[in-house]
């Protein structure tokens, strides 16, 4: 079992940016998994990431520290950090927690193969959940028990036993497995809504928010107004006139909104070029993206770094 524990000075600065970066992911297959114990001893500093995290609680309790607010969580617990989201844990004297972290990039998971599947309506744990609002996430978020648990471990120990002897096919088992725990949580996460366990929401806010979602999980990758219709089985002119009735803006304005933001959020490194920030949130022409990132910004990419770092 494996901890990973505080330091101060620059072996701090060193772990937070390993906790921050995805680099440590390769590009052809950017997943990571391992099972930890922790304490007040031996746990991660407050941290953000670029990546996605999914949190398994095996056991034990304690307080998660996510964005300025603070939750119990307890064993059977499920949860997503989204990348930018910054959190931590913390604990009383005695308390422990076991955790399974699994951190991939959205790109783990390809557009087509969702479009082949025909599951998009099949992963609103992945596309709707994440993306409520703080206290929706947290106070209503999933706690398996019984023979849910039993899958969750069973699915979740598979996988790291995957990557972990990495034979010939390992990446593929892993990406199958992966589409297998989103459609498992998310089948028991709306039966959670149908029971009245959570907010319950009309069908074409449902559908919107899923789409959102999508955009926000594959920000990074080539997205086209056709591309959406074919994934989530919608007309063009019903995908916008849906997007401008529950988001106010079409989705192509969104999508922007979205990447802008991300962007924001990258220029924080220093040592990230602005043409590489660019293509990281899916733009092929760095003047293009700069232009649209002053006319929503107000500045351009460089000065709005400037303004970070006064």
Not at 115 to 139: A, C, T, W
Not at 278 to 295: C, I, K, N, Q, T
Request: with cysteine.
């Amino acid at each position: 079992m494996q901890y990973i524990r505080c330091f101060g000075g620059e072996k701090e600065k060193e772990m937070e940016k390993h906790l921050k970066s995805s680099k440590f992911m390769g590009q052809e297959f950017p997943f990571w998994m391992k099972r930890f114990a922790q304490n007040r001893n031996a746990t991660p500093i407050e941290h953000s990431h670029e990546f996605v995290e999914l949190v398994y609680v095996v056991r034990g309790e304690a307080m998660h520290c996510f964005e300025g607010e603070r939750y119990v969580i307890r064993a059977g617990d499920v949860f997503i950090i989204n990348p930018g989201e910054v959190h931590a844990y913390d604990y009383e004297d005695e308390q422990q927690i076991e955790i399974i972290n699994c951190l991939f990039m959205p790109s783990l998971i390809q557009e087509g193969l969702l479009r082949e599947l025909g599951i998009s309506r099949s992963m609103d744990f992945f596309y709707v959940q994440p993306f409520l609002n703080k206290e929706e996430r947290f106070h209503h978020r999933l706690n398996l028990s019984g023979p849910y648990a039993a899958t969750m471990l069973v699915i979740m120990d598979s996988m790291m036993a995957e990557f972990e002897h990495r034979t010939p096919g390992f990446d593929a088992i892993i990406r199958l497995k992966m589409i297998e725990l989103q459609i498992f949580l998310s089948r028991i996460y709306n039966l959670h809504q149908t029971k009245g366990h959570n907010v319950n929401y009309g069908e074409r806010e449902v559908m919107a928010r899923r789409i959102r979602g999508f955009l926000e999980r594959n920000y990074g990758e080539k997205i086209t107004l056709t591309s959406l219709v074919n994934v989530f089985n919608i007309s063009e002119r019903k995908l916008n006139r849906l997007m401008k009735e529950q988001m106010g803006m079409s989705v192509i304005e969104l999508l922007h909104q979205i990447r802008i933001e991300k962007a924001k959020y990258l220029l924080e490194d220093q040592a990230e070029k602005v043409i590489n920030v660019a293509s990281m949130v899916g733009y092929e022409d760095p003047a293009f993206f700069s232009r649209l990132f002053h006319r929503i910004v107000g500045c351009p990419p460089g000065a709005y770094r400037k303004t970070i770092y006064k």
